[in-house]
């Protein structure tokens, strides 16, 4: 955490509004400030300047009402979203985000999907819609071996993913939270878990929310005893992501490999822009790449 921001003017008014809605006292803070978003912490509140060029119209709406209806699982706006400076911003209840340096919470995060995925739909839930973002960040990769490995990759993927063909119809939809990670969630006032992040918040299919660790458990970056705890405590929680007892592959493989080539376009991105080598956990991420292509389609 820190209060230098490269977006200063932003800052300022995204800290005073939080001055404004804090209950407690606290020196404005910079929470998170990449890929065009800028989230900020006075006191007890969380204030978030979304990306410019989201669609965060009356989907977003929906989305918000959607997390107010689930207070048990996620921390949702306070209030509807403002427009400051051209962006949307909200307002949120700060949580206490996990500390890497502890015992990572698999099993609660487990727990938290496994109850959000169990949840009613409501008839009005928008729609997750289709993983774009693997599309999108192919489309900004330049030239160059590691470029050309994910690239490769991203062929193997259903056409659908790469916006070729219409989404097929959903397996039974589930409430998921359409984009998660260890960071997606915090410790709410009285300790206990809630995800955070809702602009991806809808019906879907629930396996995308296990792809990330699935993806980075099959390029060798995230422990094997990780992922067990994970998928353990998913399945122990009725999670119906995946089949109770029978091979979990068959519902991950195509939400893993998309996230695996997501995740190594990502790095890859990274890494050129600061001019700097892959670093280990980057590299494994592109040879899953590699491995993904010499497997072929396998959809």
Known sequence: ??????????????????????????????????????????????????????????????????????????????????????????????????????????????????ALHS???????????????????????????????????????????????KEPEERTPCLIHGDWHLGQMVRAPGGRWRLIDIEDLGRGDPAWDLARPAALYSAGVLPPEDWERFLGAYREAGGPAVPAQDDPWTALDVP????AIQIAATCVISAGRKDRPLDGAEQAMVDACVRISAAGDAA
């Open 119 to 165: 949840e009613p739909v409501p008839a009005d839930a928008p729609s997750w819609g289709r993983p774009a973002r693997v599309a999108r960040l192919v489309a900004r990769l330049e030239d160059g071996p590691a470029e050309d490995a994910v690239r490769r990759a991203f062929t193997t993927l259903p056409a659908w993913i790469r916006g070729e063909e």
């Open 1 to 114: 955490m820190h209060t230098e921001t490269v977006q200063p003017g932003l800052f300022t008014r995204l800290a005073e509004i939080g001055r404004q809605k804090a209950t407690q006292d606290g020196r404005p803070e910079t929470l998170y400030d990449r890929h065009g978003v800028l989230v900020v912490r006075v006191g007890d509140v969380v204030v978030k300047a979304h990306q410019a060029d989201r669609e965060l119209g009356e989907p977003f709406l929906a989305r918000i009402r959607l997390a107010g209806a689930l207070p048990d699982l996620v921390i949702g706006a306070l209030g509807p979203p403002l427009t400051v400076e051209g962006r949307t911003v909200t307002l949120a209840t700060f949580g206490e985000p996990v500390d890497p340096a502890k015992e990572l919470p698999w099993e609660e995060g487990a727990r938290l999907l496994a």
């Open 256 to 259: 893993a490999r998309s996230l």
